[in-house]
């Protein structure tokens, strides 16, 4: 049985960064993508950072730069590094699992397990 737990959000001025946590049992990273996905209020989940097995990144647009996504396979860890925050990047952080074939890689509905979340404020 595949667990997502996330870590590691909380409330940050603007400009300021914090690293999220997924902490993960039952897949094995080298074997499967995982990502980031956030939830803005009102707004639909989004795709932010993608890892894929062999280790080849993608961010959407208005992260680049400012958001890593890594792991650490022997701890099997996922982590988002997040520095100059903006308000924009106010949501429910979550951390997904084991992509379907076909499926791109920012489209919610493609992964197969899911955390809880961590919430992400970020005020002026």
């Known amino acids: 049985q595949v667990q997502l737990v996330e870590s590691g959000g909380g409330s940050v001025q603007a400009g300021r960064g914090l690293r999220l946590s997924c902490s993960a049992s039952g897949v094995t990273f080298s074997r499967v993508a995982m990502a980031w996905f956030r939830q803005g209020p009102d707004k639909s989940r989004e795709g932010t950072a993608f890892?894929?097995?062999?280790?080849?990144?993608l961010y959407t647009d208005s992260v680049k730069g400012r958001f890593t996504i890594s792991r650490d396979s022997a701890r099997n860890i996922l982590y988002l590094e997040m520095i100059n925050l903006k308000p924009g990047d106010t949501g429910m952080y979550y951390c997904?699992?084991?992509?379907?074939?076909?499926?791109?890689?920012?489209?919610?509905?493609?992964?197969?397990?899911w955390g809880q979340g961590t919430q992400v404020t970020v005020s002026l």
């Open positions: 890892l894929s097995p062999g280790g080849a990144t």
């Open positions: 997904a699992a084991v992509r379907r074939p076909g499926s791109a890689w920012y489209v919610a509905g493609g992964y197969s397990y």
